[in-house]
T-cell receptor, first 117, second 114 residues
Framework: ETGVTQTPRHLVMGMTNKKSLKCEQH?????MYWYKQSAKKPLELMFV???????ENNSVPSRFSPECPNSSHLFLHLHTLQPEDSALYLC????????????????FGAGSRLTVL | AQSVAQPEDQVKVAEGNPLTVKCTYS??????LFWYVQYPNRGLQFLLK??????LVKGSYGFEAEFNKSQTSFHLKKPSALVSDSALYFC????????????FGPGTRLSVLP
């Protein structure tokens, strides 16, 4: 669809579960992002990885744990979540901002809709 | 710190009429400005960006936006709206002093009425 694939598309979990969201990009980008989209709120940047190194961590609770094993894959590990964590979690990728005309453009996946019961 | 405002939660226009979706921003350095569109159950799709150069930027699907530095605005426009343009529109800014933190506005829901 957009070169950025997110799985699963929908996830329902209890507060004591552990689950993971997966993101894969096929665009050769070297930066990847997790955003949270909640109803009636702006997109919230959670984490940024550039060249597999975490460069941004926006005061996200420790119950969210990112992992970037290589430049094509990004995970968000979830544990002991709260109902207010229910949201659409969007993964995005970009060419590093120093990287030419395609730089700075975020390409988003379709999102993983998370419901915490 | 950087911020983005989209003063209208919702914009309604008739098909064939021009549309404008407003965006104002605040940054400390030079702004990189973007518009994205989100259709139901989809991620955001890039429409256009302003980095440097011409203040009028043309993008996908006939959209354009004008960068106005004195008014710190980057309004999205289209001369003739289509029903298929109905979606959620997000303005975003990246401050070149702040690395890769893209800050998004709250979104404006555009409804184009047949």
């Amino acid at each position: 669809e957009t070169g950025v694939t997110q799985t699963p598309r929908h996830l329902v979990m209890g507060m004591t579960n552990k689950k993971s969201l997966k993101c894969e990009q096929h665009l050769g980008h070297n930066a990847m992002y997790w955003y949270k989209q909640s109803a009636k709120k702006p997109l919230e940047l959670m984490f940024v990885y550039s060249l597999e190194e975490r460069v941004e961590n926006n005061s996200v609770p420790s119950r969210f744990s990112p992992e970037c094993p290589n430049s094509s894959h990004l995970f968000l590990h979830l544990h002991t979540l709260q109902p207010e964590d229910s949201a659409l979690y969007l993964c995005a990728s970009s060419q590093d901002w120093q990287g030419g005309p395609g730089a700075n453009v975020l390409t988003f996946g379709a999102g993983s809709r998370l419901t915490v019961l | 710190a950087q911020s983005v405002a989209q003063p209208e939660d919702q914009v309604k226009v008739a098909e064939g009429n021009p549309l404008t979706v407003k965006c104002t921003y605040s940054v400390s350095g030079n702004p990189y400005l973007f518009w994205y569109v989100q259709y139901p159950n989809r991620g955001l799709q890039f429409l256009l960006k302003y980095i440097t150069g011409d203040n009028l930027v043309k993008g996908s699907y006939g959209f354009e936006a004008e960068f106005n530095k004195s008014q710190t605005s980057f309004h999205l426009k289209k001369p003739s709206a289509l029903v298929s343009d109905s979606a959620l529109y997000f303005c975003a800014v990246r401050d070149d002093n702040y690395g890769q933190n893209f800050v998004f506005g709250p979104g404006t829901r555009l409804s184009v009425l047949p």
